[in-house]
């Protein structure tokens, strides 16, 4: 909550600070026609070194609104904690990597967060191979956010094998559901 | 007899509530199954007795496979001493053995039962006996006398005064119970209830406790329970999972599944000084220990080589070898009791079945092939059949088969799913 309300000053700030620049870009340009060349120079150097040190800050504007952004899509990316598996596997597929990342990012900047990744199979195969593999899964991931940031302090692994079934099918749909490792906040 | 009446008082120990009950369904009988009848028993009390004896043994030696028990409607006349037997009509209905018998009530309220094993062929009783029991003991005596009648015919010892334990759990997966019935599924109660999940359980070899993993406290954690006290002790609950526990033998280690290196592994604990011996070290699976007869060895599910197979490793020399090679899936390996051959979960054509294989040999025959994603076998302490978890419609339920596939029944349960079964010792 600080975190956004300062960008969001910042924003307003620096967006000030941007229109005044796009002011002098203005000047410059119509100073540019009516004065004599050295002078245009020289004014263009003034004006270039006005805008130069006025550019620096726009530049930070707009590093900041990358930044705010990137908060806003790393939150949608964050909105996804549900990561699936194939069939006795436990390698995380390319397309959880992007949130995966996002949810260490945010384990990183926030050292006071922490999660528990809760692992799980599917009902096929023998129930102690099931917990093993669901917890492998969970570890699977727990390497993966530590690789990206985040501290094994903040992250606790657990299986709950093919007791917990996200879907009670007996088919394939099902199965791929519950295949999978769950992030849950303990605290943000 | 005595012991009977012991057995008896164990469980009203047990102060527990009855469940629905497992209901025996034989789906497939065998070829060479033995003729016999076991007639109605003799009563001549004032009120009707609380079981069919009579009923109860026919069952029991009917679901072994390896006898066909004459219904009592196709009989052409009922006994009750060998001088009633008129032979004639048993060997018209083309029978080898013969059971008759009477009961009468002791002075205590208890139940005196005298019967007889004849041999139709050679007109001969086999067996002539006197069992003697508790008031609300007349399910044992009939199960004893099926064991009695069993080894005499097999030269087997019976596993009918056998129990079960399982889970049971509703479909929603918010209750659990840990349920202890006796092996034809009959007096069910729970043991142990939880909103978490129970798996695996596994009997001493006393018969007198059960380890088994709870995930009561968030995650799995090894408890043995006391079956006649119920006295619960956790034994293991170190970080990560906990979980497979396996009692050796002796009694004196159990085989369990830590995680707390991070990656599962076996290790064996004594249960006096709760020292950890690490059997296995692999970046892999290892998982599903457990003992071989004599318990110098155990066996275990690896995926260390990428797909699940089983392992035999001596906690002498600590150097897994493989021992399975057909098919991509072998997991939960158990052996029977003269250590012959190995019962587990097979996949072929991508279907989960129960197979045995041969220990010397190697040879795999699947047992399996009606139910589907078989899972947890478990084998009886006369090593004749197999209890397993299967899934039936949307349901699952227990099943057994007999180790050479040729006897099939299944336990179905009127309540929620049951799982994860394990068969007692044999009781003494």
């Known amino acids: 909550m600080q975190k956004s309300a300062l960008v969001k000053t910042l924003g307003l700030t620096f967006g000030a600070v941007l229109m005044t620049a796009c002011a002098s870009n203005s000047d410059i340009a119509e100073g540019d026609e009516l004065k004599p060349l050295n002078a245009a120079q020289e004014a263009a150097q003034e004006e270039a070194a006005d805008v130069e040190t006025q550019a620096v800050e726009a530049q930070a504007v707009a590093g900041e609104q990358i930044d705010a952004a990137a908060n806003e899509a790393q939150a949608a990316l964050m909105d996804v904690s549900v990561f699936y598996f194939d069939f006795d596997n436990t390698t995380i597929k390319a397309d959880s990597k992007n949130s995966l990342i996002a949810h260490s990012q945010y384990l990183a900047a926030n050292s006071s967060a922490r999660v528990v990744l809760e692992g799980h199979a599917d009902e096929r195969g023998t129930v102690e191979y099931n917990l093993a593999l669901a917890e492998r899964r969970a570890l699977s991931v727990s390497r993966f956010l530590q690789a990206n940031g985040a501290a094994s302090s903040q992250i606790e692994t657990v299986s709950f094998g093919e007791e917990r079934p996200a879907l009670m099918g007996h088919n394939d749909d099902s199965w791929s559901q519950n295949r999978r490792v769950e992030i849950k906040y303990q605290s943000r | ?428």
């Open chain 2, 1 to 428: 007899m005595i012991k009977l009446i012991i057995k008896v008082l164990f469980l009203s120990i047990l102060a527990l509530q009855a469940r629905a009950e497992l209901v025996i369904e034989i789906t497939k009988g065998k070829q060479s199954a033995i003729p016999m009848a076991v007639v109605p028993f003799k009563w001549k009390g004032l009120k009707a007795l609380p079981e069919n004896v009579a009923q109860i043994v026919a069952n029991d030696l009917g679901r072994s496979g390896y006898f066909n028990s004459l219904p009592k409607s196709e009989m052409l006349s009922l006994p009750n001493t060998e001088e009633e037997v008129f032979y004639r009509d048993w060997e018209l209905l083309k029978q080898d053995y013969l059971v008759v018998g009477e009961i009468k009530q002791d002075s205590r309220g208890g139940y005196i039962i005298n019967f007889k094993l004849i041999d139709v062929n050679t007109r001969t009783a086999l067996m002539n006996q006197k069992l003697t029991g508790g008031a609300s003991s007349l399910r044992d005596i009939a199960h004893f006398m099926s064991d009695r009648i069993f080894a005499a015919l097999t030269g087997l010892p019976g596993a009918f005064s056998t129990k079960l334990v399982y889970v049971t759990t509703n479909r929603e997966r918010t209750k659990f119970n840990l349920s202890y019935a006796d092996a034809d599924g009959a007096r069910e109660q729970n043991i142990f209830s939880s909103k978490q999940p129970i798996i695996s359980p596994s009997w001493s070899y006393d018969g007198k406790k059960i380890a088994y993993a709870s995930f009561e406290n968030g995650r799995s954690e090894i408890f043995i329970q006391e079956i006649a006290s119920g006295k619960r002790e956790k034994i293991a609950s170190f970080k990560g999972s906990n979980s497979a526990p396996a009692f050796s033998p002796d009694g004196t280690k159990m085989a369990m599944v830590l995680s707390r290196n991070g990656n599962p592994d076996v290790y064996v604990m004594d249960l006096a000084t709760r020292q950890l011996n690490r059997i296995t070290k692999h970046y892999g699976i290892d998982t599903e220990p457990q003992w071989m007869p004599g318990g110098q060895s155990l066996i275990f599910t690896s995926s260390r080589v990428g797909k699940p197979q089983i392992y035999q490793v001596s906690l002498a020399d600590k150097k897994p070898k493989r021992i399975t090679f057909e098919g991509d899936y072998n997991a939960r390996a158990r052996i029977t009791p003269d250590g012959r051959k190995m019962v587990m979960v097979h996949r072929n054509n991508g279907r989960f079945h129960i197979a045995t294989q041969n220990m010397k040999t190697g040879v795999l025959q699947i047992l399996t092939s009606e139910t589907q994603l078989d899972e947890s076998p478990s084998v009886a302490p006369n090593g004749s059949m197999v209890v397993y978890a299967a899934s039936v419609g949307d349901r699952s339920i227990l099943a057994a088969v007999s180790l050479d596939g040729e006897v099939k029944f299944r336990l179905p349960s009127k309540y929620g799913d049951v799982r994860e079964p394990a068969w007692s010792p044999l009781l003494k």
